[in-house]
């Protein structure tokens, strides 16, 4: 199976993060965010979230159970 992923910071991702892991969280996906990106939090309170990596002040999480 192979792993997505999506970085939440980058332009790329849209204009609106918790959008993207709305749309793409019941996939092979593996996010990575700033824990500066205002969006992190609030993403945390929408998504059980499982940290799978931290790099500085990047972290790499999957959603969990949608």
Same mark, same amino acid.
């Given at each position: 199976? +192979?792993? !997505?992923? @999506? $970085?939440? #910071? !980058?332009? +790329?991702? %849209? !204009? #609106?993060?918790?959008?993207? @892991?709305?749309?793409? =969280? /019941?996939? /092979? @996906?593996?996010? @990575?965010? !700033?824990? /500066? /990106?205002?969006?992190?939090? &609030? *993403?945390?309170?929408?998504?059980?979230? &499982? *940290?799978?990596? =931290?790099? %500085? $002040?990047?972290?790499?999480?999957? +959603? *969990?159970? %949608?």
């Amino acid at each position: 199976m +192979t792993t !997505s992923m @999506v $970085d939440l #910071d !980058s332009f +790329t991702c %849209g !204009s #609106d993060p918790i959008e993207a @892991v709305m749309y793409l =969280k /019941n996939n /092979n @996906v593996l996010f @990575v965010i !700033s824990l /500066n /990106n205002p969006y992190y939090n &609030e *993403i945390t309170k929408l998504f059980t979230i &499982e *940290i799978k990596k =931290k790099e %500085g $002040d990047r972290i790499y999480f999957r +959603t *969990i159970n %949608g």
